[in-house]
């Protein structure tokens, strides 16, 4: 089954703690996308990727880091997460750049307390 | 950046009403216009797409039209059924297809 996974699903972790949030697809897709989501202001990119070890800053990415070291994986690392980076995190992946259907994974509701 | 706005934040309508939800963009360079649907507590999914090069689009009971000169694009939803309630959202992107800019989102909610 095509998809697109993320892990973990939920985590609560306390400020300054260093977490990676995975993200896997299995549809052999070059673009890859982190967006994070809350309330009132829709989904906001934080990073991409056109391929493997290329990877570009989106419209917020203060406080992350990603990396690209194969095609199917597409990590979000919180080096020292903070409070504002409680959110709902999306991880998606498109075929041809950002053109057409990005596939989403299920997404990762994450507390910074 | 770009600046994608998103008109109104909530709309509720009668079951077999039209719907229609607004989005106005700042960057002319914009070629791409996706709109996805997000159900409560699920993931988006894209519904309809339009590029630059194109005025309108169909696809059954959705339409998207682009209006280039003035820089807004809508989304139009006819015979609206209970299952079309959503938060649905707007977005553009740059002519190299990489970077996404999405509104804020409109909660649908369609009384039966």
Same mark, same amino acid.
């Given at each position: 089954?095509?998809?697109?996974?993320?892990?973990?699903?939920?985590?609560?972790?306390?400020?300054?703690?260093?977490?990676?949030?995975?993200?896997?697809?299995?549809?052999?897709?070059?673009?890859?996308?982190?967006?994070?989501?809350?309330?009132?202001?829709?989904?906001?990119?934080?990073?991409?990727?056109?391929?493997?070890?290329?990877?570009?800053?989106?419209?917020?990415?203060?406080?992350?880091?990603?990396?690209?070291?194969?095609?199917?994986?597409?990590?979000?690392?919180?080096?020292?997460?903070?409070?504002?980076?409680?959110?709902?995190?999306?991880?998606?992946?498109?075929?041809?750049?950002?053109?057409?259907?990005?596939?989403?994974?299920?997404?990762?509701?994450?507390?910074?307390? | 950046?770009?600046?994608? !706005? /998103?008109? =109104?934040?909530?709309?509720?309508? /009668? !079951?077999?009403?039209?719907?229609?939800?607004?989005?106005?963009?700042?960057?002319?360079?914009?070629?791409?216009?996706?709109?996805?649907?997000?159900?409560?507590?699920?993931? =988006?999914?894209?519904?309809?797409?339009? *590029?630059?090069?194109?005025? !309108?689009?169909?696809?059954? *009971?959705?339409?998207?039209?682009?209006?280039?000169?003035?820089?807004?694009?809508?989304?139009?939803?006819?015979?609206?059924? =209970? !299952?079309?309630?959503?938060?649905?959202?707007?977005?553009?992107?740059?002519?190299?297809?990489?970077?996404?800019?999405?509104?804020?989102?409109?909660?649908?909610?369609?009384?039966?």
């Amino acid at each position: 089954e095509a998809q697109v996974t993320q892990n973990p699903r939920y985590l609560i972790t306390v400020t300054g703690k260093k977490l990676t949030v995975t993200c896997s697809q299995n549809m052999n897709h070059e673009y890859m996308s982190w967006y994070r989501q809350d309330p009132g202001l829709g989904l906001r990119q934080i990073y991409y990727s056109m391929n493997v070890e290329v990877t570009d800053k989106g419209d917020v990415p203060e406080g992350y880091k990603v990396s690209r070291k194969e095609k199917r994986n597409f990590p979000l690392i919180l080096e020292s997460p903070s409070p504002n980076q409680t959110s709902l995190y999306f991880c998606a992946s498109s075929p041809d750049r950002g053109l057409g259907e990005q596939y989403f994974g299920p997404g990762t509701r994450l507390t910074v307390t | 950046g770009e600046n994608v !706005e /998103q008109h =109104p934040s909530t709309l509720s309508v /009668q !079951e077999g009403d039209s719907a229609v939800i607004k989005c106005t963009y700042s960057d002319s360079a914009s070629n791409y216009f996706p709109w996805y649907k997000q159900e409560l507590g699920k993931r =988006p999914q894209l519904i309809i797409d339009i *590029r630059s090069n194109v005025g !309108e689009k169909k696809d059954q *009971r959705i339409a998207v039209t682009l209006n280039k000169t003035a820089k807004h694009f809508s989304l139009h939803i006819t015979e609206t059924q =209970p !299952e079309d309630s959503a938060v649905y959202f707007c977005a553009a992107t740059s002519s190299s297809f990489n970077k996404f800019y999405f509104g804020s989102g409109t909660k649908l909610n369609v009384k039966p």
